[in-house]
Antibody, heavy 118, light 106 residues
Framework: QVALVQSGAEVKKPGASVKLSCKAS????????LHWVRQAPGQGLEWMGR????????IYAQKFQGRVTLTRDTSTTTVYMELSSLTSEDTAVYYC???????????WGQGTMVTVSS | DIQMTQSPSSLSASVGDRVTITCRAS??????LGWYQQKPGKAPKRLIY???SLQSGVPSRFSGSGSGTEFTLTISSLQPEDFATYYC?????????FGQGTKVEI
């Protein structure tokens, strides 16, 4: 069955970087886009960016431009999200989610909690 | 960026009630609108895509309608398992944006 499995919770200090993973299984990895969405505690959902795993091209939200990098490893069907220069405002649950072309998120990972604290 | 204004932000309802949630887009998004349900500690779950298409496995009491800039999610008869937070999502243009959410409470 289709699944996105994310890496475990992280605790980071302000100014550090974090790199999260999202492993896809049960479908053709290069046939779907993978996105990252985050949710601060008690807050709504915020789209961060998208990876096209085939060619490896990316689109980022302007808010995160320069701080976020999406990469992928087609051999392990895994997408990575690295966020740098962390502040307490980056404390959130980070989700990866799948879409096909011109469609919305149909499959989500379980989420990864990132806590930024000194 | 396209702003999605969702209302109400919360509502109280009883089992069996008909519930309507609205999202207004700041510009036309054709029918590129989805609805998600989220329960505490869980990832969002898609209910509706392309404005009115029901996700496989989702009960038929959920329905979506609208076009252009005004969209609606309707729950025809609220069930106990429907108490959750609901979000709309526009995926017409980047950056994709969500509504602020509607918490449906007893």
């Amino acid at each position: 069955q289709v699944a996105l499995v994310q890496s475990g919770a992280e605790v980071k200090k302000p100014g550090a970087s974090v790199k999260l993973s999202c492993k896809a299984s049960g479908y053709s990895f290069t046939s779907y886009f993978l996105h990252w969405v985050r949710q601060a505690p008690g807050q709504g959902l915020e789209w961060m960016g998208r990876m096209n795993p085939g060619p490896g091209d990316t689109i980022y939200a302007q808010k995160f431009q320069g701080r976020v990098t999406l990469t992928r490893d087609t051999s392990t069907t895994t997408v990575y999200m690295e966020l740098s220069s962390l502040t307490s405002e980056d404390t959130a649950v980070y989700y990866c989610a799948r879409t096909s072309f011109k469609d919305s998120f149909d499959v989500w990972g379980q989420g990864t909690m990132v806590t930024v604290s000194s | 960026d396209i702003q999605m204004t969702q209302s109400p932000s919360s509502l109280s309802a009883s089992v069996g009630d008909r519930v309507t949630i609205t999202c207004r887009a700041s510009q036309g998004i054709r029918n590129d609108l989805g609805w998600y349900q989220q329960k505490p500690g869980k990832a969002p779950k898609r209910l509706i895509y392309a404005t009115s298409s029901l996700q496989s496995g989702v009960p038929s009491r959920f329905s979506g309608s609208g076009s252009g800039t005004e969209f609606t999610l309707t729950i025809s008869s609220l069930q106990p398992e429907d108490f959750a937070t609901y979000y709309c999502l526009q995926y017409n243009s980047f950056p994709w944006t969500f509504g602020q959410g509607t918490k449906v409470e007893i």
